[in-house]
């Protein structure tokens, strides 16, 4: 049944020779393996022998390759493994054989640095990922350090990060009473810190001291020197506590700081305006923990500019000082997160008058400026170096390009070089230390024209044009990219948002917004683009959309009821401000 020749078969064969199969043993590098495990052979210093073959030790870790090509140990059979923990090696040499290693809260404070010694890149980087999983406010110090010893810079990255966001609950945990003083010192006078008010660094400092105080109380004068004292000078019963601390009038070399906050504080009484270029005078920067949105609103029917301080991390809005007159389509600037300006608009006074507030003061109210030297609506206003620009706008009559800079210094204005169009409903955006005046209305048409200006030159300069002509859209700088939002272009609203890089040159869009919005505040905050309010054919009053640039998605939001609502009162701008002292979310 089966007589087939042998040159049948060689034929058949013959006929698919340009078909081949390959066949891969999966278990024959594993069975090699586990025949070459009998041979090693390395002794710790408790007697404990570990089996290894040399090829393979040489091949997996550079400190094995070098230990067997130059020194003694190359031709021995028996090699010392000094300072190591033979459990440990063990694991190690299984890891050098199979890939695995097991990392245990018992293992890895003596594997990691094992793992260091031998050169096992993957085990170190295990070790330091399995400690970051690990990181609490009883140990994210001591797991810096140990970091730090050995040259983990991710996990110590991390570990700092940890410190600086759970700052309020490591200092309530022994490590930082244990802490030596040049690292309390290193670490309160970072700016990033986790803390809402500069007060309670105060008191960690003096726990600190008193935990050991004979030893300690001589740094006092070195640690006060990083504590922002000036920063409590706007809340009289705390600054009161502080100037009655004992250990502060006890010792003559603190009153300087304690007399700095008085001053400060008698200083902000009587002075409307100050700016001090001093790190003492200013709050740390730690992301949304210390900052909020001043949102600006505006109705046809209102006869006062209302505003509202914002959370957006709690989603709580309380109502801000309101501003005397109706500031629609008023330009809005703020200077180090602090001081917010308003300026211009229809249906003000005066559309040169100028407003000022102060977030940092204990009961905050709108104060008078100098006026501009032209009346402006619809303009844009942009602040670069604590220089506040006002650029074009709607001066009664007709749009106009021309500008003017308010110096802080001299508190007065004065004009800088016109832009090549007249521009009102358009935007400013400041990125790279220049200006951008982008699209716009000229009185006739929407544009689509930008152009930059350069303090140092004086000079405005066209750049390259928006996709679509618009005006009345809302403009945010994030990250080094410019994003213009909405609008209309001409006829139609605009759901839309275009985004733009000095280092291309040209504009691109990205993903359009759930609704179509013009005339709506902008606001960056923690890598996300706020967009509030504003207008459209559908309400969206009391609502927003969030920009996340790592996705390129649009989120939507409801802003939470307050209980003094305005009806029929809209966003129209927003600004990112220090968190107030009185705005307690809690």
């Not at 040489?58 to 070098?66: R, T």
């Not at 059979?77 to 000094?82: I, K, S």
């Not at 389509?329 to 200077?335: L, Q």
């Not at 280092?503 to 890598?527: E, P, Q």
Request: net charge negative; glycine share 6%.
């Amino acid at each position: 049944m089966l007589d087939m020749s042998v040159n049948e078969m060689d034929v058949s064969l013959e006929s698919n020779a340009s078909e081949s199969t390959n066949f891969r043993n999966s278990h024959h590098s594993v069975r090699i393996l586990e025949k070459l495990q009998s041979l090693r052979k390395l002794e710790t210093d408790d007697g404990t022998i570990v089996f290894g073959h040399k090829n393979i030790l040489v091949a997996a870790s550079p400190y094995f390759c070098s230990m067997f090509s130059t020194f003694n140990e190359s031709d021995k059979d028996l090699v010392n493994m000094r300072e190591f923990d033979s459990d440990v090696l063990q694991l190690l040499v299984d890891y050098i054989y199979t890939g695995e290693i097991m990392v245990t809260s018992e293992n890895v404070q003596v594997l990691l640095p094992a793992a260091n010694i031998l050169q096992l890149d993957y085990v170190k980087s295990a070790c330091a990922k399995y400690l970051k999983t690990q990181l609490d406010p009883s140990n994210c110090i001591g797991i810096k350090a140990f970091a730090d010893l050995h040259n983990c810079t991710k996990l110590m990255s991390s570990s700092e990060a940890f410190i600086h966001k759970q700052f309020l609950e490591v200092v309530k945990c022994d490590e930082f009473l244990y802490l030596s003083v040049e690292k309390v010192i290193q670490l309160i006078s970072c700016d990033d810190l986790a803390v809402p008010f500069e007060e309670k660094l105060f008191e960690c400092v003096i726990n600190w001291v008193k935990y050991d105080l004979n030893s300690r109380k001589d740094f006092l004068p070195e640690l006060m020197e990083h504590i922002r004292l000036p920063l409590i000078a706007s809340k009289p019963d705390i600054l009161k506590n502080v100037v009655e601390e004992p250990l502060l009038k006890n010792n003559p070399k603190c009153n300087k700081f304690v007399l700095e906050a008085l001053h400060f504080y008698l200083q902000k009484s009587t002075q409307h305006f100050t700016i001090s270029h001093s790190v003492r005078y200013k709050p740390r920067q730690f992301g949304s923990l210390n900052k909020v949105i001043l949102m600006f609103y505006w109705s046809d029917t209102l006869p006062k500019c209302y505003t509202e301080w914002y959370d957006p991390a709690n989603n709580i809005r309380r109502s801000a000082p309101e501003i005397n007159d109706c500031r629609r389509k008023a330009g809005i600037g703020v200077i180090r997160n602090q001081f917010v300006f308003v300026m211009g608009g229809v249906n003000s006074s005066s559309s040169k008058s100028v407003s000022m507030l102060d977030v940092s003061s204990p009961s905050p109210y709108w104060i008078p400026m100098v006026n501009m030297l032209v009346s402006r609506a619809y303009l844009g206003v942009g602040v670069l170096d604590d220089y506040i620009y006002a650029v074009g706008g709607f001066d009664g009559f007709v749009p106009v390009n021309n500008a003017e800079v308010f110096d802080i210094s001299t508190q007065k204005w004065r004009m800088i070089a016109s832009m090549t169009t007249n521009r009102s409903l358009f935007g400013i955006g400041v990125l790279n230390g220049c200006l951008y005046a982008v699209g716009g209305f000229d009185g006739y048409d929407s544009l689509k024209s930008v152009e930059s200006y350069e303090p140092s030159i004086d000079t405005w300069t066209p750049v390259g044009e928006l996709s679509v002509c618009r005006d009345s859209f809302s403009i945010g700088v994030m990250d080094g990219v410019m994003y213009v939002i909405g609008g209309i272009d001409g006829s139609e609203n605009l759901k839309s948002v275009e985004a733009y890089k000095p280092s291309d040159g040209v504009w691109y869009f990205i993903a359009d917004m759930h609704l179509c919005r013009k005339n709506s505040g902008v606001v960056t905050l923690d890598g996300l683009l706020y967009v509030i309010g504003g207008e459209s054919e559908e309400s969206v009053v009391n609502t927003m959309e969030v920009y996340n640039p790592k996705t390129n998605t649009w989120s939507m939001g409801t802003l939470s009821r307050n209980d003094n609502d305005v009806i029929n009162a809209k966003v129209y701008s927003g600004v990112v401000i220090n968190r107030p002292p009185h705005f307690i979310t809690d």
